[in-house]
Protein backbone atom coordinates (compact mmCIF):
# COMPACT_ATOMS: atom_id res chain seq x y z
CA UNK A 1 0.00 0.00 0.00
CA UNK A 2 2.96 2.31 0.27
CA UNK A 3 4.31 2.02 -3.06
CA UNK A 4 0.67 2.77 -4.20
CA UNK A 5 0.89 6.19 -2.21
CA UNK A 6 4.01 6.75 -3.58
CA UNK A 7 2.75 6.89 -6.93
CA UNK A 8 -0.32 8.73 -6.42
CA UNK A 9 1.76 11.96 -6.56
CA UNK A 10 2.89 10.64 -9.72
CA UNK A 11 -0.79 9.95 -11.01
CA UNK A 12 -2.00 13.50 -9.88
CA UNK A 13 0.53 14.75 -11.71
CA UNK A 14 0.24 13.73 -14.85
CA UNK A 15 -3.88 14.32 -14.38
CA UNK A 16 -3.57 18.10 -13.51
CA UNK A 17 0.08 18.60 -15.57
CA UNK A 18 -2.07 19.38 -18.81
CA UNK A 19 -3.44 22.37 -17.16
CA UNK A 20 -0.75 24.50 -17.06
CA UNK A 21 0.04 24.75 -20.47
CA UNK A 22 -3.65 24.78 -21.57
CA UNK A 23 -4.93 27.56 -19.02
CA UNK A 24 -2.46 30.52 -20.50
CA UNK A 25 -3.06 29.53 -24.24
CA UNK A 26 -7.39 30.36 -23.52
CA UNK A 27 -6.47 33.01 -21.42
CA UNK A 28 -4.53 34.78 -24.29
CA UNK A 29 -7.24 33.38 -26.94
CA UNK A 30 -9.85 34.99 -25.06
CA UNK A 31 -8.38 38.19 -23.62
CA UNK A 32 -6.20 39.16 -26.68
CA UNK A 33 -7.74 41.88 -29.28
CA UNK A 34 -8.41 40.30 -32.50
CA UNK A 35 -8.26 42.79 -35.37
CA UNK A 36 -7.42 40.82 -38.30
CA UNK A 37 -7.08 42.80 -41.82
CA UNK A 38 -5.54 41.94 -44.71
CA UNK A 39 -2.43 43.51 -44.12
CA UNK A 40 -1.76 41.50 -40.84
CA UNK A 41 -2.36 38.64 -42.64
CA UNK A 42 -0.21 38.92 -45.38
CA UNK A 43 3.43 37.47 -45.53
CA UNK A 44 6.10 39.02 -44.09
CA UNK A 45 9.86 38.49 -44.25
CA UNK A 46 12.36 40.89 -42.76
CA UNK A 47 10.71 44.06 -44.17
CA UNK A 48 11.14 42.93 -48.00
CA UNK A 49 8.06 42.43 -49.78
CA UNK A 50 7.43 39.23 -51.61
CA UNK A 51 8.01 38.77 -55.00
CA UNK A 52 6.16 36.04 -56.93
CA UNK A 53 4.55 32.86 -55.28
CA UNK A 54 5.46 32.64 -51.39
CA UNK A 55 5.71 29.17 -51.56
CA UNK A 56 8.79 28.17 -52.22
CA UNK A 57 10.54 24.67 -52.35
CA UNK A 58 13.48 24.35 -50.71
CA UNK A 59 15.67 21.14 -50.33
CA UNK A 60 15.23 18.72 -47.74
CA UNK A 61 19.46 18.32 -47.52
CA UNK A 62 19.57 22.04 -46.21
CA UNK A 63 17.38 21.30 -42.62
CA UNK A 64 19.11 17.13 -42.39
CA UNK A 65 22.55 19.18 -42.66
CA UNK A 66 21.07 21.63 -39.95
CA UNK A 67 20.08 18.97 -37.58
CA UNK A 68 23.03 16.58 -38.22
CA UNK A 69 25.15 19.41 -36.70
CA UNK A 70 22.91 20.54 -34.38
CA UNK A 71 22.93 17.04 -32.82
CA UNK A 72 26.73 16.98 -32.76
CA UNK A 73 26.90 20.49 -30.89
CA UNK A 74 24.78 19.22 -28.29
CA UNK A 75 27.01 16.32 -28.23
CA UNK A 76 30.31 18.25 -27.27
CA UNK A 77 27.73 20.07 -24.29
CA UNK A 78 27.16 17.22 -23.34
CA UNK A 79 30.74 15.33 -23.37
CA UNK A 80 32.28 18.26 -21.68
CA UNK A 81 31.47 17.60 -17.94
CA UNK A 82 32.65 14.09 -18.64
CA UNK A 83 35.89 14.72 -20.20
CA UNK A 84 36.50 17.00 -17.19
CA UNK A 85 35.26 14.84 -14.61
CA UNK A 86 37.38 11.64 -16.45
CA UNK A 87 39.71 10.89 -13.87
CA UNK A 88 36.75 10.74 -10.84
CA UNK A 89 34.34 8.12 -12.94
CA UNK A 90 33.93 4.85 -11.91
CA UNK A 91 33.60 1.87 -14.08
CA UNK A 92 29.98 2.43 -15.47
CA UNK A 93 30.10 6.37 -16.04
CA UNK A 94 33.34 5.41 -18.13
CA UNK A 95 31.37 2.70 -20.23
CA UNK A 96 28.19 5.25 -20.38
CA UNK A 97 30.44 7.78 -21.95
CA UNK A 98 32.39 5.27 -24.46
CA UNK A 99 28.87 3.87 -25.43
CA UNK A 100 27.53 7.69 -25.91
CA UNK A 101 30.41 8.23 -28.09
CA UNK A 102 30.12 4.92 -29.88
CA UNK A 103 26.33 5.94 -30.66
CA UNK A 104 27.21 8.92 -31.98
CA UNK A 105 29.91 8.00 -34.32
CA UNK A 106 27.84 5.52 -36.04
CA UNK A 107 25.08 8.11 -36.64
CA UNK A 108 27.76 10.34 -37.86
CA UNK A 109 28.90 7.21 -40.40
CA UNK A 110 25.28 6.54 -41.05
CA UNK A 111 24.61 10.40 -41.77
CA UNK A 112 27.68 10.03 -44.15
CA UNK A 113 26.93 7.01 -45.94
CA UNK A 114 23.29 8.19 -46.46
CA UNK A 115 25.07 11.37 -48.22
CA UNK A 116 23.43 13.69 -45.63
CA UNK A 117 26.71 15.08 -44.87
CA UNK A 118 27.69 16.57 -49.08
CA UNK A 119 26.69 19.99 -49.62
CA UNK A 120 25.13 20.41 -53.16
Not at 18 to 32: E, N, S, T
Not at 45 to 71: A, H, M, P, S
Request: hydrophobic share 60%; proline share 5%.
Amino acid sequence: MAVLNEWAFVGVFFAIAWVFPVLPILGARLLAPSKPNPLKQSTYECGVETVGDTWVQFKVQYYIYGLVFLVFDVEIVLLFPWALAYNQLDFFAFGAGLLFIFLLADALIYAWRKGALEWI
